[in-house]
Nanobody
């Protein structure tokens, strides 16, 4: 199976930046998509950004476009989320997600334990 280890969360002032990292280990040979979700207090979990393992195609939520950048290092089985111009609305628990699949077929999804990001002055 796949295990995900997240790091990089913490407390940051408005306008600041953070970079989240998620390293995958275990059975990773079928990784097709890596991404980040977040869940704010009182809100449901929402998609933040995704990136395909093979081609590096990215998708972003409208709320983070132009501020967040997702990237990956396939050799290290790691996905990153660079977050700039952070505001209080970005405060949430951020979850790493890895999809194992073949083509368009999803085989399994794995989730990290979550890392807290708090934006406050």
């Amino acid at each position: 199976q796949v295990q995900l280890v997240e790091s990089g969360g913490g407390l940051v002032q408005p306008g600041g930046s953070l970079r989240l990292s998620c390293a995958a280990s275990g059975t990773t040979f079928r990784v097709s998509v890596m991404g980040w979700y977040r869940q704010a207090p009182g809100k449901q979990r929402e998609l933040v950004a995704t990136i395909t393992a093979r081609g590096g195609s990215t998708n972003y939520a409208d709320s983070v476009k132009g501020r967040f950048t997702i990237s990956r290092d396939n050799a290290r089985n790691t996905v990153y989320l660079q977050m700039n111009s952070l505001g209080p609305e970005d405060t949430a628990v951020y979850y790493c997600n890895v999809v194992l699949g073949e083509g368009a077929t999803t085989l399994l999804r794995y989730w990290g334990q979550g890392t807290q990001v708090t934006v406050s002055s």
